[in-house]
């Protein structure tokens, strides 16, 4: 599958390399062939020449008419259907990792206030309980970071990159293949990381620019989970 930027028309009509129009010297041939045709065609028509074709009706024009008013429909349902299962698959997605989470948390809190409510502690006791708040602790930290590079991987889709990749006015790689792509954001993932800022969930603000955003985390990653 190609990738581009559709933001800009001008290079979309200009661009040679991955378009379908000047991909192929026949299609050129062939569409300026039938341009040709029909502006001849039309020209004997309005000058009611003798050669010039006699339609009673316009019933095959109708009909072409009635065709690719029906495929640019079906597209616009394909794409549309595509968004909305997308979204619904990212709702899924997070929907679970809260469910998780908020069983761990349940049972985390349950055994806390249990062991806390015994009068008498031991050792072992306190040892337990001071493992549960780490799990907690760890446990918070973790999916926090899982929901930031999530978001990230979102939020930096292959639309915004090619978006990016245009408004930084490189000259190359404005038209690729999305497994190209792909290989190239494998080998990146080893020297990037989303921007972090450690605090609470209210926090967490989304700026205009889809290229600089800060996620929320309950904890920094250390040096070595980084």
């Not at 200009?14 to 502006?39: H, M, N, P, Y």
């Not at 609470?200 to 955003?213: D, I």
Request: aromatic share 12%; charged share 20%.
């Amino acid at each position: 599958m190609l990738l581009y930027s559709n933001r800009s028309h001008s290079r979309l009509v200009c661009q040679i390399t991955g378009s379908v129009v000047f991909g192929d010297w026949r299609q050129i041939l062939t569409g300026l062939f039938l341009a040709a045709e029909a502006a001849g065609l039309h020209y004997l028509i309005d000058t009611e020449h003798s050669l010039a074709p006699n339609i009673p009706n316009s019933y095959g024009l109708q009909t072409l008419g009635m065709v690719v008013a029906f495929a640019i429909v079906f597209r616009v349902n394909l794409a549309w259907q595509r968004y909305w299962e997308a979204l619904t698959s990212v709702h899924c997605m997070y929907s679970k990792w809260g469910d998780a989470f908020m069983q761990f948390s349940t049972f985390c809190a349950c055994d806390l206030a249990k062991l806390k409510s015994k009068p008498a502690r031991a050792v072992e006791m306190d040892e337990k309980i001071s493992a549960l708040e780490t799990a907690y602790s760890e446990c918070q930290k973790y999916f926090s970071i899982l929901s930031a590079m999530a978001a990230d991987q979102i939020h930096r889709g292959d639309v915004q990159e090619m978006d990016a990749r245009l408004y930084a006015g490189r000259q190359t790689g404005q038209i690729t293949r999305r497994r190209d792509m792909h290989l190239e954001r494998q080998k990146a993932l080893h020297s990037r990381s989303p921007s972090l800022l450690q605090g609470r969930s209210s926090s967490q603000t989304f700026g205009e620019s889809c290229f600089e955003t800060f996620y929320v985390v309950k904890k920094y990653p250390t040096p070595a989970e980084n």
